[in-house]
């Protein structure tokens, strides 16, 4: 798998299973993580500083906003940050919109090992 390159990724997910695995899977990529499992605590944890979060990788329906607001918040404090949005299920025309407008990915839930650290090695600050 590709390096990390001591990128940090911001991963946000309400399935704490998940959670964990995307964690571990990010670690031994050479990613330092950073995890949430609301979009309140994303939010709390992109709003620290901004600049230290290269890539925010997230679940569509992140309780109890959901993702387009929280990332929409992210952008305005950061457009340089790569986004990632993952579901079980396809995106919504607004996340669509949204992943366009700042050059995100979408990723399929489920998915491999392999497909997570090259969607987060595509996007974000390197």
């Known amino acids: 798998m590709a390096g990390g ?5 911001l991963v946000a997910d309400d399935e704490a299973m ?3 695995l995307v964690d571990s899977v990010l670690r031994r990529a ?37 993702a387009g607001e929280v990332l929409r918040s992210m952008l305005a404090l950061c457009r340089g940050v790569g986004v990632i949005v993952s579901s079980g ?5 607004e996340l669509q919109e949204l992943l366009a407008g700042c050059g995100g990915l979408f990723l399929s839930k489920p998915f ?13 600050r390197h």
Request: charged fraction near 15%; avoid cysteine; charge should be negative.
């Open 30 to 66: 050479g990613f330092r993580v950073v995890t949430a499992a609301t979009s309140t605590e994303a939010l709390e944890a992109f709003s620290e500083d901004p600049a230290a979060i290269d890539v925010v990788l997230i679940d569509a329906g992140m309780p109890p906003s959901g």
């Open 18 to 20: 998940l959670l964990r």
């Open 112 to 124: 491999d090992p392999a497909a997570l650290v090259s969607a987060v090695s595509a996007v974000g």
């Open 89 to 93: 299920a396809s995106p919504s025309d």
């Open 5 to 9: 390159s001591a990128r940090t990724v």
